[in-house]
């Protein structure tokens, strides 16, 4: 597939890019690779090829699903400005 001028042009106002006239060209013959190359891969036959997110295999571990609070509330209580009773204490907003 081949890129033109015009085509750049306008995916480069759509990117928000400037992209000067004397760029149009090489520019235009890069994507064009790029695009071949991509049109190159596309022939391969992936039939039976599961997907994967990493080339080495590994099983992550696993944990208990469940809902904790931390148990670090004075840790974090630490932090704020002021606290009361074991909650942040806030100036009141509404009237």
Wanted: glycine share 6%.
């Amino acid at each position: 597939m081949s890129i033109d001028r015009e085509t750049v042009q306008k995916i480069a106002y759509l990117a928000r890019i400037r992209v000067d006239d004397d760029q149009l060209d090489p520019l235009a013959g890069e994507i064009s690779g790029i695009i071949d190359w991509i049109e190159q891969l596309s022939e391969l036959d992936t039939n039976g090829v599961e997907p994967m997110a990493s080339v080495a295999a590994m099983t992550l571990p696993m944990r208990k699903d469940a809902v904790t609070d931390g148990n670090c509330r004075d840790g974090v209580l630490k932090n704020a400005p002021d606290s009361e009773d074991g909650f942040f204490a806030v100036p009141k907003v509404v009237e």
